[in-house]
């Protein structure tokens, strides 16, 4: 009600009040007799009980709001409420998990889990889908959470945006999340992406060069996200487009053994294979006999021809018939020559 609307009531009640005393005395005690007089001095009671109802709204509205913001802080909800969608969570070394769940075992639950309003009297996880999993191995029935009120799209954007910022997050999990983005965006450039998520178009290039390696490596990357960071498989995929896949699947599997590091596997996997080494055939070794005795052991090996005699004089003799025999196997191979080039 308008302070208009108020003084016009007022005024009417003064008017009621002044007909249903008309005939009676009234002592001259210096009050206003007029309607206008009592409503002037009325006005700081009204003015009065005015601030008193603009104080009562106000704790009206703290009030909500306070209510509000209590509903929003967390609720106790049953374990079994609380259902998981793929996509939002974030993988997390056995070791780890091992630390959170012992960690929730003997102290209180600090940051509450995040959840959506499903169907009927479900809820999905957004975030906190290792500490659902360490409340369920401990035997607890409820979990603090706190509900969020989003469309679907939001709390997969959500999940993966909170998976983002934190340092342990692998590369190959930051993949599969801009996966999920560019498939339910259509037309989304790897540039509108780095805008969206704060990382670098480059750096957004390099992790989606998961899509080209092998399958093989996917599923070990799969087993251990952070097998791989996004500069080795920038440079793993690109041998695999080149003709490498074995290369890289051999290098991968190195390193998940543990006998190289990432470095050693990008370039073991872009080494050149090793030529075949031609097999040279073993030395030919003859004796020329004259009768029973050896006249001269020949030795040929390669393009190397040896002879050796028993005497000196024969050795000189043989060098000089040969040298002859040489001379003209020469130039009939000359002539061939020129005939050839003629």
């Known amino acids: 009600m308008s302070l208009r609307d108020k003084l016009a009531a007022k005024n009417a009640a003064i008017a009621v009040a002044s007909e249903s005393n008309q005939g009676v005395a009234r002592p001259n005690d210096g009050a206003p007799k007029t309607a206008p007089g009592r409503l002037l001095e009325a006005m700081p009671m009204l003015a009065a009980k005015d601030k008193q109802l603009q104080e009562l709204q106000t704790t009206n ?4 709001e306070q209510l509000s913001k209590a509903a929003q802080a967390g609720a ?20 780890a998990y091992v630390a959170l769940r012992e960690n929730l075992r003997h102290n209180k639950l600090i940051h509450p889990v995040v959840v959506r309003k499903a169907e009927g009297d479900t809820y999905e996880i957004i975030s906190g889908h290792h500490r659902v999993d360490a409340y369920r191995e401990l035997g607890r029935e409820q979990i603090r959470a706190v509900i969020m009120d989003s469309s679907e799209e939001e709390a997969t954007d959500g999940a993966f945006n909170v998976n983002l910022i934190q340092s342990g997050l692998t590369d190959y999990e930051k993949y599969l999340g801009f996966r999920i983005r560019l498939e339910r965006t259509p037309g989304m450039t790897q540039v509108e992406l780095a805008e969206q998520t704060g ?6 290039s390099f992790i989606l060069q998961f899509d080209q390696l092998p399958p093989d490596v996917l599923s070990m990357v799969e ?22 896949s074995e290369q890289v699947v051999t290098a991968v599997q190195k390193l998940a053994a543990g006998e190289i590091d990432q470095g050693q596997a990008v370039k073991l996997a872009g080494a050149e294979p090793p030529k075949p080494k031609k097999v040279s055939p073993p030395p030919v070794m003859e004796k020329i006999k004259a009768g029973k005795a050896t006249y001269c052991e020949m030795r040929r090996a390669k393009n190397v021809f040896r002879l050796e005699f028993k005497s000196e004089d024969e050795a000189e003799r043989i060098h000089t018939a040969l040298k002859k025999l040489l ?16």
């Open 61 to 64: 509205s703290e009030l909500r």
């Open 199 to 204: 990382i670098s178009t480059a750096l957004v």
């Open 76 to 95: 106790d909800l049953p374990l079994k409420q609380l259902v998981e969608i793929p996509g939002r969570r974030r993988k997390l070394s056995k070791e």
């Open 223 to 244: 087993e251990r996200p952070d097998l791989l960071g996004a500069t080795a498989v920038a440079a793993l995929a690109g041998y695999a487009k080149a003709g490498k």
């Open 327 to 342: 001379e003209d196997e020469a130039l009939v191979a000359n002539t061939a020559s020129e005939k050839e080039s003629a």
